[in-house]
């Protein structure tokens, strides 16, 4: 199993600024992942970061938009950059300590984000 | 892409009712998870559940994988069962695909 650290667990922000929202693993994991829950909606794989190279994103999301660091085996974040009212939204990191053997995916607490 | 679907949508049971709720995926999965959400948005691990069956006290699951579906029941309900329930399947990518939901109401 994992234990995710995840915060901030909730802000509130204005408009046109930014938001990095920090990710800590109890072990180190090849693999971690970013999602996006709307309002109502299901989630959503924002992107996927491997430590050392770029993070790969999903179609529909950008790095100018969501930049995301991996500096190491236990450690990501992302940055919700220029934000509006629809980027309010919760947002979750996962990971899968067994990901190459296809094992169980844990999350963080989730990020509530509000922007006003 | 594999596609996933959870029926019912919504539900709606009276405090010690019983309940089925079920997770259809289009292609053959790698791995088949079934989560609780609760209010504050946080994502409960429920079961690990390729295939077969798991019980864990009043909650069990069954994933028939060559029938490419998984049950998650709920018995004698409480109302700390209420929240969004959500099935998941990894890809041959190795990413996870999330349902839409099975928002439970459980009334006292």
């Known amino acids: 199993s994992a234990v995710i650290s995840q915060k901030p667990s909730r802000d509130i922000c204005q408009r046109g600024t930014s938001l990095t929202i920090q990710c800590q693993v109890d072990?180190?994991?090849?693999?971690m992942f970013w999602y996006r829950q709307q309002p109502g909606q299901s989630l959503t794989l924002i992107a996927t970061?491997?430590?050392?190279?770029?993070?790969?994103?999903e179609s529909g999301f950008v790095i100018d938009k969501f930049p995301i660091s991996r500096p190491n085996l236990t450690f990501s974040t992302l940055t919700v950059s220029n934000m509006s009212p629809e980027d309010s939204s919760i947002y979750l990191c996962?990971?899968?300590?067994?990901?190459?053997?296809?094992?169980?995916?844990?999350f963080g607490q989730g990020t509530r984000l509000t922007v006003v | 892409g594999i596609q996933v679907e959870q029926s019912p949508p919504d539900l709606i049971l009276q405090e010690g009712a019983n309940s089925t709720l079920r997770c259809n995926f289009s292609?053959?999965?790698?791995?088949l998870q079934w989560f609780h959400q609760n209010p504050w948005g946080q994502l409960i691990n429920l079961f690990y559940?390729?295939?077969g069956t798991k019980q864990n006290g009043r909650l069990s699951a069954t994933t028939v994988a060559t029938e490419r579906y998984s049950l998650l029941y709920i018995s004698s309900s409480q109302t700390t069962d209420s929240g969004v329930y959500f099935c998941?399947?990894?890809?041959?990518?190795?990413?996870?695909?999330f349902g839409q939901g099975t928002e439970l109401s459980v009334k006292p």
């Open positions: 996962s990971v899968a300590p067994g990901w190459a053997m296809n094992t169980e995916a844990f």
């Open positions: 998941a399947a990894l890809n041959q990518g190795g990413k996870l695909i």
């Open positions: 072990s180190q994991v090849t693999m």
């Open positions: 559940i390729p295939s």
């Open positions: 970061a491997n430590q050392g190279s770029e993070a790969t994103y």
């Open positions: 292609d053959s999965v790698n791995n």
